[in-house]
Protein backbone atom coordinates (compact mmCIF):
# COMPACT_ATOMS: atom_id res chain seq x y z
CA UNK A 1 0.00 0.00 0.00
CA UNK A 2 1.26 3.35 -0.69
CA UNK A 3 1.32 6.18 1.55
CA UNK A 4 1.16 9.97 1.55
CA UNK A 5 -0.08 12.74 3.73
CA UNK A 6 -2.71 14.50 1.06
CA UNK A 7 -3.66 13.39 -1.66
CA UNK A 8 -4.93 15.21 -4.55
CA UNK A 9 -7.10 13.45 -7.06
CA UNK A 10 -6.95 15.79 -10.14
CA UNK A 11 -3.68 17.65 -12.12
CA UNK A 12 -5.27 20.54 -13.60
CA UNK A 13 -4.77 24.23 -12.15
CA UNK A 14 -6.77 23.59 -9.39
CA UNK A 15 -4.89 20.17 -7.63
CA UNK A 16 -1.57 21.77 -9.00
CA UNK A 17 -1.94 25.01 -7.00
CA UNK A 18 -3.25 22.98 -3.96
CA UNK A 19 -0.67 20.83 -3.99
CA UNK A 20 2.01 23.80 -4.08
CA UNK A 21 0.43 25.90 -1.81
CA UNK A 22 -0.07 23.32 0.50
CA UNK A 23 3.63 22.30 -0.01
CA UNK A 24 4.49 25.90 1.32
CA UNK A 25 2.42 25.91 3.90
CA UNK A 26 3.58 22.27 5.25
CA UNK A 27 6.52 21.78 4.38
CA UNK A 28 6.98 18.28 6.24
CA UNK A 29 4.22 16.85 4.72
CA UNK A 30 3.99 14.40 1.81
CA UNK A 31 1.69 15.31 -1.34
CA UNK A 32 0.86 12.57 -4.27
CA UNK A 33 -1.17 14.08 -7.46
CA UNK A 34 -3.15 11.56 -9.36
CA UNK A 35 -4.23 12.44 -12.82
CA UNK A 36 -5.64 10.54 -15.70
CA UNK A 37 -3.63 12.24 -18.22
CA UNK A 38 -0.39 11.72 -19.17
CA UNK A 39 -0.06 15.70 -20.71
CA UNK A 40 -2.85 18.57 -19.01
CA UNK A 41 -3.86 21.38 -21.14
CA UNK A 42 -4.17 24.78 -19.90
CA UNK A 43 -7.95 24.92 -19.90
CA UNK A 44 -8.40 28.47 -21.17
CA UNK A 45 -6.19 28.37 -23.93
CA UNK A 46 -8.37 25.37 -25.09
CA UNK A 47 -10.36 27.88 -27.90
CA UNK A 48 -7.35 29.16 -28.95
CA UNK A 49 -5.58 25.80 -29.93
CA UNK A 50 -7.81 24.99 -33.81
CA UNK A 51 -5.88 28.12 -35.33
CA UNK A 52 -4.23 30.95 -32.54
CA UNK A 53 -1.69 28.11 -31.35
CA UNK A 54 0.35 26.01 -33.95
CA UNK A 55 -0.15 22.95 -31.78
CA UNK A 56 -1.63 21.40 -28.80
CA UNK A 57 1.65 20.83 -27.79
CA UNK A 58 2.01 24.78 -27.19
CA UNK A 59 -1.23 24.39 -24.65
CA UNK A 60 0.80 21.85 -22.49
CA UNK A 61 0.83 22.67 -18.77
CA UNK A 62 4.49 22.08 -17.56
CA UNK A 63 4.88 19.35 -14.59
CA UNK A 64 7.89 21.14 -13.67
CA UNK A 65 5.95 22.84 -10.98
CA UNK A 66 5.52 19.91 -9.09
CA UNK A 67 9.21 18.73 -9.47
CA UNK A 68 10.50 21.95 -8.11
CA UNK A 69 8.06 21.51 -5.03
CA UNK A 70 8.63 17.97 -4.35
CA UNK A 71 5.15 16.82 -5.33
CA UNK A 72 4.90 13.50 -6.25
CA UNK A 73 2.62 12.39 -9.36
CA UNK A 74 0.72 9.36 -10.38
CA UNK A 75 -0.36 8.74 -13.87
CA UNK A 76 -3.48 6.57 -13.23
CA UNK A 77 -7.52 7.16 -12.26
CA UNK A 78 -8.92 6.69 -8.87
CA UNK A 79 -11.81 4.52 -9.31
CA UNK A 80 -12.90 4.64 -5.46
CA UNK A 81 -12.28 5.68 -1.90
CA UNK A 82 -13.21 4.65 1.80
CA UNK A 83 -13.34 7.71 3.59
CA UNK A 84 -13.67 6.20 6.67
CA UNK A 85 -10.03 4.12 6.42
CA UNK A 86 -9.15 6.81 4.11
CA UNK A 87 -8.14 4.77 1.36
CA UNK A 88 -8.27 5.46 -2.29
CA UNK A 89 -8.05 2.48 -4.76
CA UNK A 90 -7.18 2.86 -8.82
CA UNK A 91 -7.85 1.24 -11.91
CA UNK A 92 -4.16 0.44 -12.09
CA UNK A 93 -4.29 -1.30 -8.89
CA UNK A 94 -2.77 0.72 -6.59
CA UNK A 95 -4.04 1.67 -2.63
CA UNK A 96 -2.94 4.91 -1.49
CA UNK A 97 -3.08 4.90 1.96
CA UNK A 98 -3.72 9.53 2.70
CA UNK A 99 -4.48 11.75 5.54
CA UNK A 100 -5.60 14.85 3.80
CA UNK A 101 -7.47 14.77 1.28
CA UNK A 102 -8.32 17.27 -2.27
CA UNK A 103 -10.89 16.56 -4.79
CA UNK A 104 -10.29 18.55 -8.36
CA UNK A 105 -11.66 16.67 -10.62
CA UNK A 106 -12.98 19.16 -12.73
CA UNK A 107 -15.99 19.60 -15.25
CA UNK A 108 -17.07 17.75 -18.00
CA UNK A 109 -19.06 19.04 -21.26
CA UNK A 110 -23.04 19.10 -20.85
CA UNK A 111 -24.24 16.40 -23.47
CA UNK A 112 -27.70 16.73 -24.58
CA UNK A 113 -29.20 13.36 -24.81
CA UNK A 114 -32.06 14.70 -25.68
CA UNK A 115 -30.56 16.94 -28.63
CA UNK A 116 -31.65 13.93 -31.41
CA UNK A 117 -28.12 13.54 -33.77
CA UNK A 118 -26.20 14.41 -31.02
CA UNK A 119 -24.02 11.19 -31.64
CA UNK A 120 -23.10 11.81 -35.46
CA UNK A 121 -20.30 12.18 -36.94
CA UNK A 122 -19.24 15.81 -36.87
CA UNK A 123 -20.45 16.41 -33.43
CA UNK A 124 -17.73 17.77 -31.20
CA UNK A 125 -17.61 18.91 -27.64
CA UNK A 126 -14.99 20.75 -26.42
CA UNK A 127 -13.44 18.69 -23.95
CA UNK A 128 -9.98 18.78 -21.77
CA UNK A 129 -8.48 15.82 -24.03
CA UNK A 130 -5.14 16.42 -26.12
CA UNK A 131 -5.78 13.65 -28.36
CA UNK A 132 -9.99 14.85 -28.93
CA UNK A 133 -9.09 18.00 -29.77
CA UNK A 134 -6.15 16.88 -32.02
CA UNK A 135 -9.23 14.99 -33.71
CA UNK A 136 -11.40 18.28 -33.31
CA UNK A 137 -8.84 20.53 -35.05
CA UNK A 138 -8.16 18.53 -37.63
CA UNK A 139 -11.93 18.46 -38.55
CA UNK A 140 -12.25 21.89 -38.41
CA UNK A 141 -9.56 22.58 -40.64
CA UNK A 142 -11.24 20.61 -43.14
CA UNK A 143 -14.72 22.27 -42.60
CA UNK A 144 -16.81 24.61 -45.05
CA UNK A 145 -19.02 25.65 -42.65
CA UNK A 146 -19.40 25.34 -39.14
CA UNK A 147 -22.02 26.00 -36.50
CA UNK A 148 -21.14 26.37 -33.41
CA UNK A 149 -24.07 26.13 -30.54
CA UNK A 150 -23.89 28.02 -27.25
CA UNK A 151 -22.77 31.77 -27.48
CA UNK A 152 -21.49 32.11 -24.00
CA UNK A 153 -17.32 32.45 -23.59
CA UNK A 154 -15.69 29.01 -24.92
CA UNK A 155 -18.26 29.25 -27.89
CA UNK A 156 -17.58 32.97 -28.48
CA UNK A 157 -13.84 32.22 -28.67
CA UNK A 158 -14.07 28.74 -30.16
CA UNK A 159 -15.87 30.91 -33.13
CA UNK A 160 -13.45 33.79 -32.94
CA UNK A 161 -10.43 31.08 -33.76
CA UNK A 162 -12.18 29.70 -36.19
CA UNK A 163 -13.04 33.27 -37.88
CA UNK A 164 -8.91 33.62 -37.80
CA UNK A 165 -8.82 30.15 -39.55
CA UNK A 166 -11.10 31.39 -42.60
CA UNK A 167 -13.59 29.36 -41.91
CA UNK A 168 -17.43 30.04 -42.59
CA UNK A 169 -18.94 30.13 -39.08
CA UNK A 170 -22.96 29.91 -37.47
CA UNK A 171 -23.13 30.57 -34.34
CA UNK A 172 -26.85 29.34 -32.17
CA UNK A 173 -27.80 31.05 -28.84
CA UNK A 174 -30.54 30.04 -27.24
CA UNK A 175 -31.17 33.09 -25.30
CA UNK A 176 -31.14 36.82 -26.40
CA UNK A 177 -27.87 38.33 -27.45
CA UNK A 178 -24.12 36.97 -27.75
CA UNK A 179 -22.53 36.61 -23.47
CA UNK A 180 -26.07 37.13 -22.48
CA UNK A 181 -25.46 36.08 -18.85
CA UNK A 182 -22.04 38.14 -18.43
CA UNK A 183 -22.89 41.44 -19.85
CA UNK A 184 -25.68 44.18 -20.03
CA UNK A 185 -26.53 45.10 -23.51
CA UNK A 186 -24.19 47.66 -24.28
CA UNK A 187 -21.22 45.65 -24.34
CA UNK A 188 -22.82 41.95 -25.39
CA UNK A 189 -24.40 44.19 -28.53
CA UNK A 190 -21.32 45.27 -29.54
CA UNK A 191 -19.73 41.62 -29.26
CA UNK A 192 -22.43 40.39 -31.63
CA UNK A 193 -21.88 43.50 -33.77
CA UNK A 194 -18.14 42.84 -33.95
CA UNK A 195 -19.07 39.44 -34.85
CA UNK A 196 -21.61 40.16 -37.59
CA UNK A 197 -18.41 42.32 -39.12
CA UNK A 198 -15.91 39.26 -39.10
CA UNK A 199 -18.62 37.63 -41.07
CA UNK A 200 -19.97 35.24 -38.67
CA UNK A 201 -23.98 34.64 -38.83
CA UNK A 202 -25.06 35.37 -34.97
CA UNK A 203 -28.24 33.56 -34.41
CA UNK A 204 -30.11 34.26 -30.99
CA UNK A 205 -33.32 33.88 -29.19
CA UNK A 206 -33.34 30.53 -31.12
CA UNK A 207 -32.61 27.27 -29.69
CA UNK A 208 -31.31 23.85 -31.90
CA UNK A 209 -33.88 20.86 -32.23
CA UNK A 210 -32.02 18.81 -33.98
CA UNK A 211 -28.85 17.55 -35.55
CA UNK A 212 -29.73 16.00 -38.69
CA UNK A 213 -27.58 14.05 -41.21
CA UNK A 214 -27.03 10.42 -42.50
CA UNK A 215 -24.23 8.92 -40.42
CA UNK A 216 -22.52 12.45 -40.92
CA UNK A 217 -23.41 15.80 -40.01
CA UNK A 218 -25.52 17.47 -42.58
CA UNK A 219 -26.84 20.48 -40.65
CA UNK A 220 -29.05 21.36 -37.46
CA UNK A 221 -33.01 22.52 -37.32
CA UNK A 222 -33.67 25.33 -35.02
CA UNK A 223 -36.81 25.73 -32.85
CA UNK A 224 -38.54 27.55 -35.27
CA UNK A 225 -38.31 24.41 -37.99
CA UNK A 226 -35.22 26.34 -40.16
CA UNK A 227 -32.03 24.80 -40.98
CA UNK A 228 -28.88 25.38 -41.89
CA UNK A 229 -26.34 23.33 -43.75
CA UNK A 230 -22.97 22.54 -42.30
CA UNK A 231 -20.40 19.92 -42.22
CA UNK A 232 -19.23 20.38 -38.83
CA UNK A 233 -21.02 21.09 -35.35
CA UNK A 234 -19.31 22.17 -32.01
CA UNK A 235 -21.77 22.09 -29.01
CA UNK A 236 -20.81 24.71 -26.28
CA UNK A 237 -23.75 24.39 -23.89
CA UNK A 238 -21.64 24.11 -20.74
CA UNK A 239 -20.07 21.79 -18.27
CA UNK A 240 -21.11 19.39 -15.52
CA UNK A 241 -19.09 19.10 -12.39
CA UNK A 242 -17.24 15.74 -12.36
CA UNK A 243 -19.17 14.31 -8.66
CA UNK A 244 -19.17 10.94 -9.13
CA UNK A 245 -16.44 9.88 -7.03
CA UNK A 246 -17.48 11.97 -4.12
CA UNK A 247 -20.98 10.63 -4.32
CA UNK A 248 -20.07 7.35 -4.47
CA UNK A 249 -17.70 7.75 -1.13
CA UNK A 250 -20.58 9.52 0.35
CA UNK A 251 -20.11 13.23 0.17
CA UNK A 252 -22.92 15.75 0.09
CA UNK A 253 -23.41 16.83 -3.22
CA UNK A 254 -25.30 20.65 -3.24
CA UNK A 255 -28.01 22.32 -4.88
CA UNK A 256 -26.06 23.15 -8.15
CA UNK A 257 -24.98 19.72 -8.34
CA UNK A 258 -21.40 20.25 -7.27
CA UNK A 259 -19.50 19.06 -3.72
CA UNK A 260 -20.76 20.90 -1.02
CA UNK A 261 -18.15 22.89 0.76
CA UNK A 262 -17.88 25.54 3.31
CA UNK A 263 -15.62 28.95 3.48
CA UNK A 264 -12.75 26.68 4.16
CA UNK A 265 -13.54 24.14 0.96
CA UNK A 266 -13.99 21.72 3.17
CA UNK A 267 -16.87 18.85 2.55
CA UNK A 268 -18.84 17.33 4.38
CA UNK A 269 -15.74 15.27 5.80
CA UNK A 270 -13.83 17.51 7.01
CA UNK A 271 -10.40 15.83 6.52
CA UNK A 272 -11.73 16.35 2.75
CA UNK A 273 -11.57 19.19 0.54
CA UNK A 274 -12.99 19.93 -3.08
CA UNK A 275 -11.50 23.07 -5.39
CA UNK A 276 -12.48 24.02 -8.98
CA UNK A 277 -15.36 23.30 -10.90
CA UNK A 278 -16.50 19.72 -9.03
CA UNK A 279 -16.86 22.32 -5.83
CA UNK A 280 -19.93 24.19 -5.44
CA UNK A 281 -19.98 27.61 -5.84
CA UNK A 282 -21.49 30.68 -3.69
CA UNK A 283 -22.38 34.12 -5.23
CA UNK A 284 -20.55 36.86 -3.03
CA UNK A 285 -23.42 39.20 -3.01
CA UNK A 286 -26.35 37.09 -2.49
CA UNK A 287 -25.05 33.82 -0.93
CA UNK A 288 -26.89 31.64 -3.68
CA UNK A 289 -25.26 28.29 -5.29
CA UNK A 290 -23.75 28.87 -8.53
CA UNK A 291 -22.56 27.09 -11.30
CA UNK A 292 -19.54 29.24 -12.47
CA UNK A 293 -16.33 27.49 -13.58
CA UNK A 294 -13.25 29.14 -14.36
CA UNK A 295 -9.92 28.42 -14.16
CA UNK A 296 -8.90 31.85 -11.83
CA UNK A 297 -11.89 31.05 -9.11
CA UNK A 298 -10.34 27.74 -8.90
CA UNK A 299 -6.87 28.43 -8.43
CA UNK A 300 -8.30 31.21 -5.70
CA UNK A 301 -10.18 27.99 -4.15
CA UNK A 302 -7.15 25.67 -4.24
CA UNK A 303 -4.89 28.39 -2.26
CA UNK A 304 -7.84 28.30 0.41
CA UNK A 305 -8.01 24.62 0.67
CA UNK A 306 -4.22 24.50 0.65
CA UNK A 307 -3.20 26.63 3.29
CA UNK A 308 -6.28 25.06 5.75
CA UNK A 309 -5.10 21.54 5.34
CA UNK A 310 -4.02 21.24 8.81
CA UNK A 311 -4.95 24.04 10.49
CA UNK A 312 -7.69 26.59 9.86
CA UNK A 313 -6.17 29.77 9.12
CA UNK A 314 -6.46 33.09 7.15
CA UNK A 315 -9.04 34.40 5.21
CA UNK A 316 -11.60 31.72 4.41
CA UNK A 317 -13.09 32.49 0.25
CA UNK A 318 -15.28 34.90 0.23
CA UNK A 319 -17.84 33.62 -2.15
CA UNK A 320 -17.54 33.90 -6.04
CA UNK A 321 -17.09 37.34 -7.25
CA UNK A 322 -16.98 35.96 -11.04
CA UNK A 323 -14.34 37.75 -12.97
CA UNK A 324 -14.62 37.60 -16.78
CA UNK A 325 -12.09 38.34 -19.61
CA UNK A 326 -12.25 37.92 -23.39
CA UNK A 327 -11.69 39.08 -26.57
CA UNK A 328 -14.27 39.28 -29.73
CA UNK A 329 -12.63 40.06 -33.06
CA UNK A 330 -9.51 42.01 -31.17
CA UNK A 331 -11.45 43.85 -28.42
CA UNK A 332 -10.83 43.61 -25.20
CA UNK A 333 -14.33 42.27 -23.02
CA UNK A 334 -14.01 42.18 -19.53
CA UNK A 335 -17.32 41.79 -16.62
CA UNK A 336 -16.76 41.56 -12.32
CA UNK A 337 -19.36 40.98 -10.15
CA UNK A 338 -23.51 41.46 -10.59
CA UNK A 339 -24.68 43.30 -14.17
CA UNK A 340 -27.19 45.04 -13.81
CA UNK A 341 -29.55 43.00 -15.95
CA UNK A 342 -28.92 40.35 -12.57
CA UNK A 343 -28.94 42.84 -9.72
CA UNK A 344 -32.30 44.66 -11.38
CA UNK A 345 -34.18 41.14 -11.45
CA UNK A 346 -33.11 40.06 -7.74
CA UNK A 347 -34.28 43.32 -6.68
CA UNK A 348 -31.32 45.36 -5.53
CA UNK A 349 -30.99 49.43 -5.48
CA UNK A 350 -28.41 50.29 -7.78
CA UNK A 351 -26.77 52.88 -9.62
CA UNK A 352 -24.65 52.73 -12.36
CA UNK A 353 -22.21 55.02 -14.22
CA UNK A 354 -20.72 54.79 -17.81
CA UNK A 355 -18.07 56.34 -19.02
CA UNK A 356 -16.22 56.12 -22.40
CA UNK A 357 -13.17 57.16 -23.77
CA UNK A 358 -9.19 56.37 -24.99
CA UNK A 359 -6.99 54.46 -23.40
CA UNK A 360 -4.11 56.57 -24.72
CA UNK A 361 -3.47 60.22 -24.68
CA UNK A 362 -3.79 61.63 -26.65
CA UNK A 363 -6.15 59.78 -28.65
CA UNK A 364 -4.22 60.25 -32.17
CA UNK A 365 -1.41 57.87 -30.67
CA UNK A 366 -0.81 54.65 -32.92
CA UNK A 367 -2.95 51.65 -31.84
CA UNK A 368 -5.38 53.37 -29.50
CA UNK A 369 -8.58 52.19 -28.43
CA UNK A 370 -11.90 53.20 -27.78
CA UNK A 371 -12.57 52.31 -24.19
CA UNK A 372 -15.99 52.21 -22.31
CA UNK A 373 -16.42 50.94 -18.42
CA UNK A 374 -19.81 50.54 -16.76
CA UNK A 375 -19.73 50.91 -12.86
CA UNK A 376 -22.68 49.33 -10.65
CA UNK A 377 -23.19 50.48 -7.00
CA UNK A 378 -25.54 49.69 -4.55
CA UNK A 379 -27.56 52.82 -4.06
CA UNK A 380 -27.29 53.57 -0.26
CA UNK A 381 -23.71 52.98 0.60
CA UNK A 382 -22.39 53.35 -2.52
CA UNK A 383 -20.27 50.15 -2.31
CA UNK A 384 -19.32 48.88 -6.33
CA UNK A 385 -21.04 45.66 -6.88
CA UNK A 386 -20.86 45.19 -10.33
CA UNK A 387 -18.46 46.46 -13.75
CA UNK A 388 -17.78 45.79 -17.11
CA UNK A 389 -15.19 47.12 -19.68
CA UNK A 390 -14.50 47.28 -23.50
CA UNK A 391 -11.47 47.92 -24.79
CA UNK A 392 -8.36 47.65 -25.70
CA UNK A 393 -5.52 45.09 -24.22
CA UNK A 394 -6.11 46.74 -20.80
CA UNK A 395 -9.56 45.77 -20.46
CA UNK A 396 -8.08 42.58 -18.32
CA UNK A 397 -6.51 44.68 -16.06
CA UNK A 398 -9.09 47.19 -15.66
CA UNK A 399 -11.48 44.14 -15.31
CA UNK A 400 -9.34 43.04 -12.37
CA UNK A 401 -9.39 46.11 -10.77
CA UNK A 402 -12.77 46.26 -10.29
CA UNK A 403 -13.16 43.07 -9.26
CA UNK A 404 -10.54 44.31 -6.37
CA UNK A 405 -12.77 47.37 -5.96
CA UNK A 406 -15.90 44.58 -5.39
CA UNK A 407 -13.64 42.13 -3.00
CA UNK A 408 -12.51 45.19 -0.76
CA UNK A 409 -16.17 46.95 -0.43
CA UNK A 410 -14.53 50.20 -2.31
CA UNK A 411 -17.09 52.57 -2.66
CA UNK A 412 -17.88 55.24 -5.89
CA UNK A 413 -16.45 58.04 -3.59
CA UNK A 414 -13.63 56.13 -2.72
CA UNK A 415 -12.80 54.84 -6.12
CA UNK A 416 -13.44 58.60 -7.67
CA UNK A 417 -10.40 59.56 -5.00
CA UNK A 418 -8.37 57.04 -6.48
CA UNK A 419 -4.58 57.73 -6.99
CA UNK A 420 -3.49 56.37 -10.16
CA UNK A 421 -0.33 56.01 -12.47
CA UNK A 422 -0.78 57.05 -15.47
CA UNK A 423 1.39 57.38 -19.19
CA UNK A 424 0.45 58.69 -22.84
CA UNK A 425 1.24 55.32 -24.41
CA UNK A 426 -0.25 52.97 -21.56
CA UNK A 427 -3.20 54.49 -19.89
CA UNK A 428 -5.98 56.85 -20.28
CA UNK A 429 -5.16 60.27 -19.54
CA UNK A 430 -5.64 61.17 -15.84
CA UNK A 431 -8.21 63.91 -16.90
CA UNK A 432 -10.33 61.12 -18.03
CA UNK A 433 -9.47 58.02 -16.37
CA UNK A 434 -12.19 55.88 -17.27
CA UNK A 435 -12.58 54.14 -13.17
CA UNK A 436 -12.18 57.57 -11.63
CA UNK A 437 -15.05 59.24 -13.93
CA UNK A 438 -17.59 56.28 -14.26
CA UNK A 439 -17.26 56.36 -9.98
CA UNK A 440 -18.02 60.34 -10.55
CA UNK A 441 -21.15 59.39 -12.24
CA UNK A 442 -22.33 57.14 -9.85
CA UNK A 443 -21.88 59.36 -6.83
CA UNK A 444 -23.74 62.46 -8.56
CA UNK A 445 -26.29 60.30 -9.22
CA UNK A 446 -26.76 59.18 -5.47
CA UNK A 447 -26.02 62.68 -4.07
CA UNK A 448 -28.26 64.22 -6.97
CA UNK A 449 -25.59 66.17 -7.79
Given at each position: ????????????????????????????K?F?I???????????A?P???S??R?????L??????????I????????????D?K???T??G???K?DR?????????K?????????????Y???????????????????E???????GF??V?????????G???T???????I???A??????G???R?????????????????????????????????????D???????Y???????EKA??????S?AI??????????????????????????T?????????S??????????????Q??G??H???????????????F???G?????????G??I???????????P??L???????????A????????G???????????????????I?S???????????????P???S??V??????A?????R??H?A
Amino acid sequence: MRKTDVLIIGGGPAGVVAAVTGKGYYPDKNFLIVRREKEVLIPCAIPYTISSLRSLRDDLLSDKILRDNDIDLLIDEVTGLDLDSKTARTAGGEEIKYDRLVLATGSSPKVPRWLKGVDLDGVYFIKKSKEYLEQLKARALEAEHIVVVGAGFIGVEVTDDLVRAGKRVTIVEKLPGILPLAFDEEFSGEAERILKEKGVNTITGKGIKEIYGSGRVEGIILEDGSRIEADMVILAMGYRPNTELAEKAGLKIGESGAIAVNAYMQTSRPDVFAVGDCAEKRHFLTGKPMALMLASIAVSEARVAGMNLYQLRGRPHLGVIGIFSTVVGGVGFGTAGVTEKYARREGLDIVTGLFETVDKHPGKLPDAHRLLVKLIADRETGIIIGGQVMGGPSAGEITNLIGFAIQSRLTAQELFSLQVGTHPLLTSSPVVYPLIRAADVIKRKIHGA
